[in-house]
């Protein structure tokens, strides 16, 4: 048990700090030729992933190969109890096991804060999506993703060069403000495109517009015809009004729309004294 | 009785306290400094236009500078009171033409979205200098003040109709 355990231990450790590209897995194969070994390197994966998923290991390139090493002691002493993952994942087990670590390597990237069976279910979707050969060239797009503080997700076949990758970024942000903006103008629909949307938005805010100078006037008019319906002494006037806007920030006070703090600064002239 | 139990932040420092504060101050200023005598139109136009800036300015100054479209809207405040009725308009034109165009020369994908966005950047106070990710951002902020100005607004005049 002992001689396994050191066997294993050693194993993945030099497949882990090189880059995950199809030659060095290729290289790690043929150190491997017994399947028993490589089974159990891949047990040791599958172990030692779901550990480190919850860390966001694979962000933080700098700390990469302690760290790992530190996991790989932990997953070493925990492969005993690890077994119940294990018999989970016996069918992941038997495809071939340069995938399997080639999946799980680029999902966790990619995730690096997804739960342990998402790990391996994104790992047989990917594996049953895309074929080997273009997998390189996405591949080398999801280790360049760490090292960039944005974790965008390049899909097969989208270029990635940095200036579509900025544009890409760009429109994402634009369409999240977007969303944002959905919410908060009412008749906007999902399915409307940016055009659509930003007509939409333009309407609700000149209407807004509208609405404040429409109301500006009614409030001059309400205020010029409560002066000539008042009396004539201005003081007395100016006085009610006075109390009657005090009265009004009560009022707005207890629907809660008015802080204590504020209302008392406004309250300095008024007969009600200190709150 | 120190925090009324319905609001969650600190009730003194929401953005509706603060605006209701700043224009019931102004509306009361503007009732003292304009002793309604007579009817006259322009006198009550002239209460209106009052009337407006002063929502709009209790506004922005509620806001203060946390925003591009409050900080656009100040400075347009501050260089209306330094230049009076004449030169106002032909100042904030000559701006917002200059900037227009170098923008739209600067621009280079969105070939049909260029026209809203344009339209957007007219509406929002400042629109002009922002780019298109800033520009929504602003606009999401000045709906969201806009609602309460209304909503305060009409809740004031409803006070009005209702205290007669």
């Given at each position: 048990?002992?001689?396994?355990?050191?066997?294993?231990?050693r194993?993945?450790?030099?497949?882990?700090d090189?880059?995950?590209?199809?030659?060095?897995?290729?290289?790690?194969?043929?150190?491997?030729?017994?399947?028993?070994?490589l089974?159990?390197?891949?047990?040791?994966?599958?172990?030692?992933?779901?550990?480190?998923?919850?860390?966001s290991?694979?962000?933080?390139?700098?700390s990469?190969?302690?760290?790992m090493?530190?996991?790989?002691?932990?997953?070493?002493q925990?492969?005993?109890?690890?077994?119940?993952?294990?018999?989970a994942k016996?069918?992941?087990?038997?495809?071939?096991?340069?995938?399997?670590?080639?999946?799980?390597?680029?999902s966790s990237s990619?995730?690096?804060?997804?739960?342990?069976p998402?790990v391996?279910?994104?790992?047989?979707k990917?594996?049953n999506?895309?074929?080997?050969?273009?997998?390189?060239?996405?591949?080398e797009?999801?280790?360049?993703?760490?090292k960039?503080?944005?974790?965008?997700?390049?899909?097969?076949g989208q270029?990635?060069?940095s200036?579509?990758?900025?544009?890409r970024v760009?429109?994402?942000?634009?369409?999240?403000r977007?969303?944002?903006l959905?919410?908060?103008?009412p008749?906007?629909y999902?399915?409307?495109?940016m055009?659509l949307m930003?007509d939409e938005?333009?309407?609700?805010?000149?209407?807004?517009?509208?609405?404040v100078?429409?109301?500006?006037?009614k409030?001059?008019?309400?205020?010029?015809?409560?002066d000539f319906?008042s009396?004539?002494?201005?003081?007395?006037?100016m006085?009610?009004r006075?109390?009657?806007?005090?009265?009004?920030?009560?009022?707005?006070?207890?629907?809660g729309y008015?802080g204590?703090?504020?209302?008392?600064?406004?309250?300095?002239?008024?007969?009600?004294?200190?709150? | 009785?120190?925090?009324?139990?319905?609001?969650?932040?600190?009730p003194?420092?929401?953005l509706?306290?603060?605006?209701?504060t700043?224009?019931?101050?102004?509306?009361?200023?503007?009732?003292?400094?304009?002793p309604?005598s007579s009817p006259?139109?322009t006198r009550?136009?002239?209460?209106?236009?009052?009337?407006?800036?002063?929502?709009n300015?209790?506004?922005?100054?509620?806001?203060r500078?946390?925003?591009?479209?409050s900080?656009a809207?100040?400075?347009?405040?501050?260089?209306?009171r330094?230049?009076?009725?004449?030169?106002?308009s032909?100042?904030?034109?000559?701006?917002c033409?200059?900037?227009?165009?170098?923008?739209?020369?600067?621009?280079?994908a969105?070939g049909?979205?260029d026209?809203?966005?344009?339209?957007?950047?007219?509406?929002?106070?400042g629109?002009?200098?922002?780019?298109?990710?800033n520009?929504?951002?602003?606009?999401?902020?000045y709906?969201?003040?806009l609602?309460?100005?209304?909503q305060?607004?009409?809740?004031?005049v409803?006070?009005?109709?209702?205290?007669k």
């Amino acid at each position: 048990m002992a001689d396994f355990s050191e066997q294993s231990y050693r194993q993945p450790f030099p497949f882990l700090d090189i880059d995950p590209t199809m030659e060095s897995l290729t290289q790690f194969a043929e150190l491997n030729p017994q399947s028993f070994i490589l089974d159990n390197s891949a047990f040791n994966f599958q172990t030692f992933f779901p550990l480190s998923i919850n860390d966001s290991l694979f962000s933080n390139q700098a700390s990469q190969g302690e760290t790992m090493s530190g996991f790989i002691h932990n997953s070493n002493q925990s492969s005993v109890s690890a077994q119940p993952i294990f018999s989970a994942k016996t069918e992941v087990e038997e495809i071939s096991n340069k995938r399997k670590a080639l999946d799980i390597l680029e999902s966790s990237s990619g995730n690096s804060s997804s739960s342990s069976p998402q790990v391996s279910e994104t790992g047989i979707k990917r594996r049953n999506n895309s074929g080997r050969g273009k997998r390189a060239k996405s591949n080398e797009k999801e280790m360049e993703k760490p090292k960039e503080l944005v974790h965008v997700r390049a899909r097969r076949g989208q270029a990635t060069d940095s200036h579509s990758l900025a544009e890409r970024v760009r429109r994402g942000k634009i369409n999240e403000r977007l969303r944002c903006l959905q919410d908060i103008v009412p008749g906007c629909y999902k399915t409307m495109g940016m055009a659509l949307m930003l007509d939409e938005i333009i309407n609700y805010v000149q209407s807004l517009q509208n609405q404040v100078e429409f109301l500006s006037m009614k409030l001059t008019a309400a205020s010029t015809y409560y002066d000539f319906n008042s009396e004539s002494d201005a003081m007395e006037r100016m006085q009610r009004r006075k109390a009657e806007e005090a009265k009004e920030l009560e009022r707005l006070m207890r629907e809660g729309y008015v802080g204590i703090g504020g209302v008392a600064c406004f309250h300095s002239s008024s007969t009600y004294g200190p709150l | 009785m120190m925090n009324t139990p319905q609001q969650v932040k600190n009730p003194s420092s929401s953005l509706k306290s603060r605006f209701i504060t700043r224009f019931l101050g102004a509306l009361t200023k503007i009732n003292a400094e304009d002793p309604i005598s007579s009817p006259s139109p322009t006198r009550i136009f002239q209460r209106y236009r009052r009337i407006k800036v002063a929502s709009n300015k209790s506004m922005a100054y509620s806001v203060r500078s946390r925003r591009i479209w409050s900080r656009a809207m100040l400075s347009r405040f501050r260089s209306r009171r330094s230049a009076f009725s004449g030169r106002r308009s032909s100042v904030k034109t000559t701006n917002c033409t200059t900037i227009n165009v170098t923008i739209n020369e600067n621009k280079t994908a969105k070939g049909g979205l260029d026209m809203q966005t344009d339209e957007l950047r007219e509406l929002v106070p400042g629109g002009e200098a922002m780019d298109v990710c800033n520009l929504l951002d602003e606009t999401a902020h000045y709906i969201k003040c806009l609602t309460t100005q209304v909503q305060v607004m009409r809740k004031i005049v409803d006070f009005c109709h209702l205290s007669k």
